[in-house]
């Protein structure tokens, strides 16, 4: 299976429903990245189609969040998230805060993801019981034995500007130096056995345009679905 994701920053409000709309018509997902700004506008999350929204568990206003989320037609991607997206009050949240969110999210949705990044270990155990889906980031071991989507940053071509582009996202990454090669995806280089190993470990891959133009996401469509 096949998603795109993206971000709230990237797509004004009013053109997220057709962008979402266009989507859906090529791909089995359409991951959209609200852990900064969470999606409330109830116009557009009533017509959202195959949408997975990621919230963070740090938010002060979570659980009021997925009451609000509940009634919505989408799943839902738990993640420990940004630190820079959080005030000084929920910085002090502890990660295990995790784990009480997605209690919360198993009472009001039917199909949860949960983000792996910073907090595998902690809730390895609550995605392998309750069968999950394990988000991952390429270029990070996944070791949980669950259904698994991973999350691959691409564009057709890694130039200066693409790395410009995704620095900050880069430096997050604990053994990056220089080395993007392992955290972000080339279309023009890509090989064969790349795509077969990729597909082999993972049910779900999510790819994250840097330049979200069509020609870049039908691209990503074309390499992997053959």
């Known amino acids: 299976m096949l998603g795109i994701a993206t971000k709230l920053s990237q ?6 429903i057709e962008f979402n709309n266009n989507i859906s018509k090529h791909f089995d997902y359409h991951v959209i990245d609200a852990e900064k700004n969470p999606l409330t506008d109830e116009d557009i999350l009533e017509n959202l189609k195959n ?3 990621t919230i963070q568990s740090r938010k002060k206003d979570v659980f009021e969040l997925l009451d609000f ?20 009050e929920e910085k002090r949240y502890k990660k295990f805060r ?10 009001v949705k039917d199909n949860l993801w949960v983000g792996t990044e910073g907090v595998e270990d902690i809730v390895k155990q609550i995605i392998e019981e309750n069968d999950l889906i394990a988000f991952h980031l390429y270029g990070c071991e996944c070791n949980i034995n669950a259904k698994k989507a991973i999350y691959l940053p691409y564009a057709n071509e890694i130039n200066e500007d693409a790395l410009k582009s995704m620095e900050n996202y880069l430096k997050r990454r604990k053994n990056y130096g220089g080395n993007w090669q392992d955290y972000l995806i080339s279309l023009r280089n890509i ?3 790349f795509i077969k190993n990729i597909k082999s470990k993972n049910d779900i891959i999510v790819g994250y345009p840097i330049k979200p133009h069509i020609h ?9 679905e053959g």
């Open 11 to 16: 797509i004004e409000n009013d053109a997220l």
């Open 51 to 53: 949408a997975v929204l």
């Open 69 to 88: 989320y509940a009634s919505y037609d989408f799943d839902i991607c738990v993640v420990l998230g940004n630190k820079s997206y959080l005030s000084d």
């Open 98 to 107: 995790i784990l009480d969110v997605i209690n919360k999210c198993l009472r």
């Open 191 to 193: 090989k064969e056995d």
């Open 216 to 224: 870049e996401i039908m691209h990503f469509k074309e390499i992997f």
